[in-house]
């Protein structure tokens, strides 16, 4: 079983930044691709970013140049760092973790508030 959890958000003024962190626990983390998605209220979720075991990464063009996903496998640990930050980036921001057989593992999200 797979168990991811998210911490590191917050509120922040507009144009400031937070780093986001999704820590898993079990020995599948390494093998398995990872990704920030994002749920603004009446919205649905969206991809911000995703790292692959190999370390490709792909971004939402709203989020180019101004976030950076990244991994630690010894620490079984995604990030997601955010600079720039926008009042529209405000969300729920949930990790997800899937594995080499197909399987999604969710985490329970962070609040993100940008204010303007």
């Known amino acids: 079983q797979v168990r991811l959890v998210e911490s590191g958000g917050g509120l922040v003024q507009a144009g400031g930044s937070l780093r986001l962190s999704c820590a898993a626990s079990?020995?599948?983390?390494?093998?398995?691709?990872m990704a920030w998605y994002r749920q603004a209220p009446g919205k649905q979720r969206e991809l911000v970013a995703g790292?692959?075991?190999?370390?490709?990464?792909n971004y939402a063009d709203s989020v180019k140049g101004r976030f950076t996903i990244s991994r630690d496998n010894a620490k079984n640990t995604v990030y997601l760092q955010m600079n720039s930050l926008k009042p529209e980036d405000t969300a729920v921001y949930y990790c997800?973790?899937?594995?080499?057989?197909?399987?999604?593992?969710w985490g329970q999200g962070t609040q993100v508030t940008v204010s303007s």
């Open positions: 997800k973790l899937n594995t080499p057989r197909g399987y999604a593992y």
């Open positions: 790292i692959t075991s190999g370390g490709s990464t």
């Open positions: 079990g020995s599948t983390f390494s093998l398995a691709a």
